[in-house]
């Protein structure tokens, strides 16, 4: 295997599941991301551990970076990958725990989070969660949310049963506005009439 000077800032390792004895390594120094591997398998036993670094720049924006990032999720969990990315990139904001960010961006206004959400695949994940939209809904619409939205949003998701309902009330809304306009008018028409018959009298 290489062997890399650079000092280590994390460093964790996991043993899978059984009935499978694979081992995994994870090590990020002040350069790059280190991925060790080894296949356990009672087929044989010559199989030999296997190494992949990566610079931080190559872990964050190529192709088999996407890759790697994907096998750390899927050993370590979301939180870990996060906390790498955290690492790797000197942004701590994307990267923090999914219910810290909720906290935080349920606060913010409907098109502050739009706007975050294009920032990065951190954030647009996060700003598209369920646990999110469930927390909107909650706070532009009711405290307690029917069983039947739950059973819609279950279907759709939070996020698009928090649209819909928005749609709707923006279409009541606009009829209520249309109405009143409409009965401005006529209330005028009627005045205008009132008018004009008393000309003919006088």
């Not at 009672?42 to 790697?68: A, C, K, M, Y």
């Not at 059973?151 to 009829?175: M, Y």
Request: positive net charge; hydrophobic residues 40%; proline residues 3%.
């Amino acid at each position: 295997m290489k062997t890399v000077k650079s000092d280590k800032i994390f460093e964790t390792s996991a043993v899978a599941q059984a009935p499978s004895k694979d081992f995994f390594s994870l090590t990020v120094t002040r350069e790059s991301v280190i991925w060790r591997t080894w296949r356990i398998t009672l087929r044989s036993n010559r199989s030999l551990p296997s190494e992949t670094i990566q610079s931080w720049h190559d872990f964050v924006d190529t192709s088999s970076g996407t890759r790697l990032q994907n096998e750390i999720r899927r050993v370590f969990g979301a939180e870990t990958l996060n906390y790498v990315l955290s690492l790797v990139t000197q942004a701590w904001f994307p990267y923090l725990k999914s219910d810290i960010l909720v906290e935080i961006l349920v606060r913010l206004d409907l098109p502050d989070i739009a706007r975050l959400a294009q920032v990065c695949r951190a954030m647009y994940n996060v700003c598209s969660s369920d646990t999110l939209w469930a927390r909107l809904y909650t706070k532009h619409f009711v405290r307690v949310i029917p069983p039947e939205i739950h059973s819609v949003a279950a279907e759709v998701g939070w996020k698009r049963a928090f649209l819909v309902n928005r749609l709707k009330l923006e279409a009541i809304k606009t009829s209520r506005i249309v109405h009143i306009k409409q009965q401005g008018e006529d209330s005028n028409k009627t005045a205008e009439e009132e008018r004009q018959k008393m000309t003919l009298v006088m």
